[in-house]
T-cell receptor, first 113, second 115 residues
Framework: KQEVTQIPAALSVPEGENLVLNCSFT??????LQWFRQDPGKGLTSLLL?????REQTSGRLNASLDKSSGRSTLYIAASQPGDSATYLCAGVSSGSARQLTFGSGTQLTVLP | SQTIHQWPATLVQPVGSPLSLECTVEGTSNPNLYWYRQAAGRGLQLLFYSVGIGQISSEVPQNLSASRPQDRQFILSSKKLLLSDSGFYLCAWSVPRARGSYEQYFGPGTRLTVT
């Protein structure tokens, strides 16, 4: 059964700093890996999806990488801003027909002005 | 464009009362549909998923049930709520896209408090 772990659980950085969030998974047979953002009391916003055949995806200041052999993914945020403050969740997509997600517990990011 | 709706946004119910949460998706057809729960201090847990009308799979044994009466409608129900059913309930959908990717999109959620 897939297990997903995220470290650190919380991170506080000054504005403008580049940062990396880590995600590890136990089953290298994942289909995709998806990164989400969740603001307090809100639903999840999809940030990036990396397919198993890809090594990275980029969107604006965000870059996500995937290394299936080591069971790791990272989310890199460049030039962080206070508006980036949120909880970031990674999720492994199963290879089953329904493509279920298994979530990590998240990293709560605070960017200080 | 596709949109996903959930209602109600907030719900406070007494223990032992019934529950019905509704999720609808617009702008797509034959989506996979999912119900997740996020309990306080805990991660997101998949409760049910559906790959078609009337097809429901449960991930964990619980006090809840799900139904899919129409292609883009997913309902989460309970006959008698327990205190442990409190949480943030999220509905999501996905469809196959280019090169077989299945990106999931989430609704705004329903905050359920059982008193």
């Amino acid at each position: 059964k897939q297990e997903v772990t995220q470290i650190p659980a919380a991170l506080s950085v000054p504005e403008g700093e580049n940062l990396v969030l880590n995600c590890s998974f136990t089953d290298s047979a994942i289909y995709n890996l998806q990164w989400f953002r969740q603001d307090p009391g809100k639903g999840l916003t999809s940030l990036l999806l990396i397919q198993s055949s890809q090594r990275e995806q980029t969107s604006g200041r965000l870059n996500a990488s995937l290394d299936k052999s080591s069971g790791r993914s990272t989310l890199y945020i460049a030039a962080s801003q206070p508006g980036d403050s949120a909880t970031y969740l990674c999720a492994g997509v199963s290879s089953g027909s329904a493509r279920q997600l298994t979530f990590g517990s998240g990293t709560q990011l605070t960017v200080l002005p | 464009s596709q949109t996903i709706h959930q209602w109600p946004a907030t719900l406070v119910q007494p223990v032992g009362s019934p529950l019905s949460l509704e999720c609808t998706v617009e702008g797509t057809s034959n989506p996979n549909l999912y119900w997740y729960r996020q309990a306080a201090g805990r991660g997101l847990q998949l409760l049910f998923y559906s790959v078609g009308i009337g097809q429901i799979s449960s991930e964990v044994p619980q006090n809840l049930s799900a139904s899919r009466p129409q292609d883009r409608q997913f309902i989460l129900s309970s006959k008698k709520l327990l205190l442990s059913d409190s949480g943030f309930y999220l509905c999501a959908w996905s469809v196959p896209r280019a090169r077989g990717s299945y990106e999931q999109y989430f609704g705004p959620g329903t905050r359920l408090t059982v008193t």
